[in-house]
């Protein structure tokens, strides 16, 4: 499946280090999706963006910082992040909301 | 707000067989869309099946066939034939039908086929 893309797969990460997650869709989509998956949770919506405009914040902490620059890239900027952010973060497209949504593979991502 | 749950946290079933997943849904809208995600170990998302709430026919896509009941909020997964390829992890979701709105999901249900 390489309709939406996400890197890297895994990431490692202290407390104290600032790193980033890349989502690029191939589909020519106009929404895209940040969410949160963590183990026996359902998973959480972070951010929505359509056409480059965040049009959703689910409550998300400012450590985590979204960045659209066009409809086809989706940017996840991560810092000072606390253990308890250890999760599965998947980024998702869509074409006229609502509509159904295209996962990327997902990035794991291990705060230390 | 919208609630999508799953009572079942895992399942199994032999192959060949068939099995069903249910999912219960709270919602006061009356246009919406039903989803089923299945999500492999591999973890990349899929879209199983999909259903609009102002259809009563329900949705079938080849093996995979779902049980709509509107005014019981019910939205349940058949899956006929159950093959090795079928384990993964299944998400019920649901999203309203206007309107910038994400997908409210259940906690899933593992399937695991067994040979």
């Known amino acids: 499946e390489t309709g939406v893309t996400q890197t890297p797969r895994h990431l490692v990460m202290g407390m104290t280090n600032k790193k980033s997650l890349k989502c690029e869709q191939h589909?020519?989509?106009?929404?895209m999706y940040w969410y949160k998956q963590s183990a026996k949770k359902p998973l959480e919506l972070m951010f929505v963006?359509?056409?480059?405009?965040?049009?959703e914040n689910n409550s998300v902490p400012s450590r985590f910082s979204p960045e659209c620059p066009n409809s086809s890239h989706l940017f996840l900027h991560l810092h000072t992040l606390q253990p308890e952010d250890s999760a599965l973060y998947l980024c998702a497209s869509s074409q006229d909301q609502p509509n159904e949504q295209f996962f990327g593979p997902g990035t794991r991502l291990t705060v230390l | 707000a919208q609630t999508v749950t799953q009572s079942q946290p895992e399942m199994s079933v032999q192959e060949a067989e068939t099995v069903t997943l249910s999912c219960t849904y709270d919602t006061s809208e009356s246009n919406y869309y039903l989803f089923w995600y299945k999500q492999p170990p591999s973890r990349q998302m899929i879209l199983v099946i999909r259903q609009e709430a102002y259809k009563q026919q329900n949705a079938t896509e080849n093996r995979f066939s779902v049980n709509f009941q509107k005014a019981a909020k019910s939205f349940s997964l058949k899956i006929s034939d159950s093959q090795l390829g079928d384990t993964a992890m299944y998400f019920c979701a649901f999203m309203k039908g206007a309107g910038n709105t994400p997908l409210v999901f259940g906690k899933g249900t593992r399937l695991s086929v067994i040979a």
């Open positions: 963006y359509n056409f480059k405009e965040q049009t």
């Open positions: 589909l020519g989509h106009n929404a």
